[in-house]
């Protein structure tokens, strides 16, 4: 499986910016797929998660109520949808592909894109 990240920038704080994350392979569909981070000097933080069918989706509480994760398997494409954006946003924005049951825990990720970075000015 490949993922290909896209859609980072920079942008002003209460702004808003949609990721997309498109992957390779038949299989798409069958994958629960998640949204992490990475900021300078920290560790990689769980944000957003969804289930195969698209019909449960998870959320880190530091973003719940702003982000908004989606998919289209049609497209082999998820999305994070980011509002209201903050500076603590600021991150290197990875899509990952899981091969069992929707987790935070990013060792249990197989498949990783190669980021997308997000900038968030105040």
């Known amino acids: 499986v490949q993922l290909q990240a896209s859609g980072g920038g920079l942008v002003q704080a209460g702004g808003s910016l949609r990721l997309s994350c498109a992957a390779s392979?038949?299989?798409?569909?069958?994958?629960?797929m998640a949204w992490f981070r990475q900021a300078p000097g920290k560790e990689r933080e769980w944000v957003s998660a969804i289930s195969w069918s698209g019909g449960n989706t998870y959320y880190a509480d530091s973003v719940k109520g702003r982000f908004t994760i989606s998919r289209d398997n049609a497209k082999n494409t998820v999305y994070l949808q980011m509002n209201s954006l903050k500076p603590e946003d600021t991150a290197v924005y990875f899509c990952?592909?899981?091969?069992?049951?929707?987790?935070?825990?990013?060792?249990?990720?197989?498949?990783w894109g190669q980021g997308t970075l997000v900038t968030v000015s105040s």
């Open positions: 392979g038949r299989s798409f569909s069958s994958y629960n």
């Open positions: 990952a592909v899981n091969l069992g049951l929707v987790t935070s825990d990013p060792r249990m990720y197989a498949y």
